[in-house]
């Protein structure tokens, strides 16, 4: 059974909300990832940093190589505790200040009628832009606290497993195709991020013609 949610029309955000709620936008985007400076602090992988290398013939993570089963699942689960932890107490933050309101004031208008989803969610889908665990946890946090429903969180991960953090991504890996690529480099990131609105309204027309 879905949750209960409190969607008061009337919600009260104090200006500095409003500002909060910008700077979350920029640092969970990945827009100022590759600046120079004291920006680079505005972007969440930067802060999330990175584990250091063992000295040895061949550069190594502290993983290793090699690993297989449950032993190596735990050391990239451990991976991940970070980022996860990170983002929930940056999202703490953001709450108490007021953020989580302005973005449920200023994306519901938005998010309502392209995902179906409230505003309140706008964080957890712009972090899956640069991280799955992060926007995960965050999606698994405003469940817990009532803030969405089942069927919102399935549409919300639905949206998150399509192509997920698909600028981090992109910007990595997909730097060895730029000499190649044909269109635009821009192309492919709108093409990634518009299926990804397309499979989450698969999923509500999922939930139409079932009936939920």
Do not use: C, H
């Not at 832009?129 to 919300?156: F, N, P, W, Y």
């Amino acid at each position: 059974m879905d949750k209960q949610k409190n969607n008061d029309v009337k919600i009260s955000v104090p200006w500095y909300g409003y500002v909060v709620f910008v700077l979350a936008i920029l640092l969970f985007s990945g827009i100022f990832s590759s600046s120079d400076g004291v920006l680079r602090a505005l972007d969440f992988n930067v802060l999330n940093g990175s584990f250091g290398q063992i000295p040895t013939d061949k550069a190594m993570s502290f993983r290793g190589a090699g690993g297989s089963g449950a032993k190596d699942g735990f050391l990239f689960a451990l991976e991940l505790i970070p980022a996860v932890i990170l983002a929930l107490g940056i999202v703490n933050v953001i709450d108490g200040l007021g953020g989580l309101k302005a973005a449920q004031k200023l994306m519901n208008p938005l998010l309502k009628p392209l995902l179906g989803v409230p505003g309140v969610s706008a964080l957890a889908n712009i972090a899956n832009m640069q991280s799955t665990d992060a926007a995960a946890g965050m999606v698994k946090e405003l469940v817990d606290e009532g803030k969405l429903t089942d069927k919102e969180r399935s549409v919300i991960i639905t949206y998150q497993t399509s192509g997920s953090a698909f600028v981090t991504n992109y910007f990595s890996s997909g730097a060895a195709a730029f000499s190649i690529l044909l269109a635009p480099i821009i192309i492919p990131l709108l093409v990634i991020f518009v299926f990804k609105i397309v499979g989450a309204n698969l999923m509500r027309l999922y939930f139409k013609f079932i009936g939920q």
